[in-house]
């Protein structure tokens, strides 16, 4: 029963700390069972803390049972879950990218080290929107950074779900939330991108800037582009330029004759991704209100 409680210490299962009865063994037995019921104790209290997040109350292993190497071992993995696995989780799960491309990256797996190089190469290349504008070149490069991104990041947590050390894929285990969620944005990425993608390219067919295919990838585009943005940037620093697309976008939709749709084009950004269709539009003295009447564009 004892050996098996060691066997099950790490069990994701909901098990009740065992307890024994130290009469219960042979008397020549019994310094080293208590020993051995010193280390369970220590292990359960160390994996409440953890279960918990509280890292700063996880308590130390008594010193006079170091030399096991089941509590080596969880020692070990719990220095590399917090000052390393953690901070670069959290850096990814709170859009901190330039954190992530600063940080001091150590002995990491390569698989995640070259995660993150793709992750920092695609927040460099998301400020190009705002600086640049936004085209077909542009979003291809983001979904094949974020794809890479992607790929190598679910690799990396299913290799944790398969390590040797008990300790660390218990770890892994006790924050799948942390690894699904990081995981679910970047997939949310590259599908908002792939739907961005369709809509300009869209937009931008040569002739039909009045059809209903070009006013419905229109919204699309900037509707991909807030949900990006949300998932993108970082809270407290959104991308004032993106904003402002929004707001003028919203100016457009308020209009409700050509000539007031016509003065907002006028004010458009000279960047905003719906700048050339909306110009079409006015030079081609396209008047959607009437030649539409029947559809709210």
Same mark, same amino acid.
């Given at each position: 029963?004892?050996?098996?409680?060691?066997?099950?210490?790490?069990?994701?299962?909901?098990?009740?700390?065992?307890?024994?009865?130290?009469?219960?063994?042979?008397?020549?037995?019994?310094?080293?069972?208590?020993?051995?019921?010193?280390?369970?104790?220590?292990?359960?209290?160390?994996?409440?803390?953890?279960?918990?997040?509280?890292?700063?109350?996880?308590?130390?292993?008594?010193?006079?049972?170091?030399?096991?190497?089941?509590?080596?071992?969880?020692?070990?993995?719990?220095?590399?879950?917090?000052?390393?696995?953690?901070?670069?989780?959290?850096?990814?799960?709170?859009?901190?990218?330039?954190?992530?491309?600063?940080?001091?990256?150590?002995?990491?797996?390569?698989?995640?080290?070259?995660?993150?190089?793709?992750?920092?190469?695609?927040?460099?290349?998301?400020?190009?929107?705002?600086?640049?504008?936004?085209?077909?070149?542009?979003?291809?490069? /983001?979904?094949?950074?974020?794809?890479?991104? +992607?790929? @190598? =990041?679910?690799?990396?947590? $299913? !290799? %944790?779900?398969?390590? *040797?050390?008990?300790? /660390?894929?218990?770890?892994?285990?006790?924050? +799948?939330? @942390? =690894?699904?969620?990081?995981? $679910? !944005? %970047?997939?949310?990425? *590259?599908?908002?991108?792939?739907?961005?993608?369709?809509?300009?390219?869209?937009?931008?067919?040569?002739?039909?800037?009045?059809?209903?295919?070009?006013?419905?990838?229109?919204?699309?585009?900037?509707?991909?582009?807030?949900?990006?943005?949300?998932?993108?940037?970082?809270?407290?620093?959104?991308?004032?330029?993106?904003?402002?697309?929004?707001?003028?976008?919203?100016?457009?939709?308020?209009?409700?004759?050509?000539?007031?749709?016509?003065?907002?084009?006028?004010?458009?950004?000279?960047?905003?991704?719906?700048?050339?269709?909306?110009?079409?539009?006015?030079?081609?003295?396209?008047?959607?209100?009437?030649?539409?009447?029947?559809?709210?564009?």
């Amino acid at each position: 029963a004892l050996a098996q409680a060691f066997e099950t210490v790490y069990s994701m299962l909901p098990l009740q700390a065992p307890t024994f009865e130290l009469s219960t063994f042979p008397q020549q037995d019994r310094t080293n069972v208590q020993e051995a019921l010193a280390v369970l104790r220590a292990l359960h209290r160390w994996k409440a803390a953890l279960s918990k997040r509280e890292i700063a109350k996880t308590p130390d292993f008594p010193g006079n049972l170091l030399h096991w190497k089941i509590l080596q071992e969880a020692q070990t993995s719990q220095h590399l879950w917090q000052e390393q696995l953690l901070p670069i989780l959290n850096a990814i799960r709170h859009r901190e990218w330039e954190n992530l491309g600063a940080m001091q990256l150590g002995q990491l797996p390569e698989i995640l080290l070259q995660s993150c190089a793709y992750l920092t190469k695609f927040a460099v290349q998301w400020q190009r929107i705002a600086e640049s504008g936004l085209y077909p070149e542009l979003t291809h490069e /983001l979904i094949f950074l974020d794809d890479q991104a +992607q790929e @190598l =990041f679910f690799r990396f947590w $299913q !290799d %944790l779900e398969k390590t *040797s050390s008990d300790a /660390l894929r218990w770890m892994v285990q006790t924050h +799948q939330t @942390l =690894f699904s969620s990081i995981n $679910q !944005d %970047l997939l949310r990425i *590259s599908r908002h991108l792939r739907e961005l993608a369709r809509a300009l390219d869209a937009v931008n067919q040569v002739g039909i800037a009045s059809s209903r295919l070009a006013r419905t990838s229109a919204g699309d585009i900037m509707f991909s582009l807030a949900q990006l943005a949300a998932l993108i940037e970082p809270r407290d620093k959104p991308s004032a330029r993106l904003q402002t697309w929004q707001e003028q976008y919203n100016q457009l939709l308020k209009q409700n004759n050509w000539q007031a749709f016509r003065q907002a084009v006028q004010e458009l950004d000279a960047l905003h991704p719906l700048s050339p269709w909306a110009n079409e539009l006015v030079s081609r003295d396209i008047d959607i209100f009437t030649a539409f009447s029947h559809q709210k564009w």
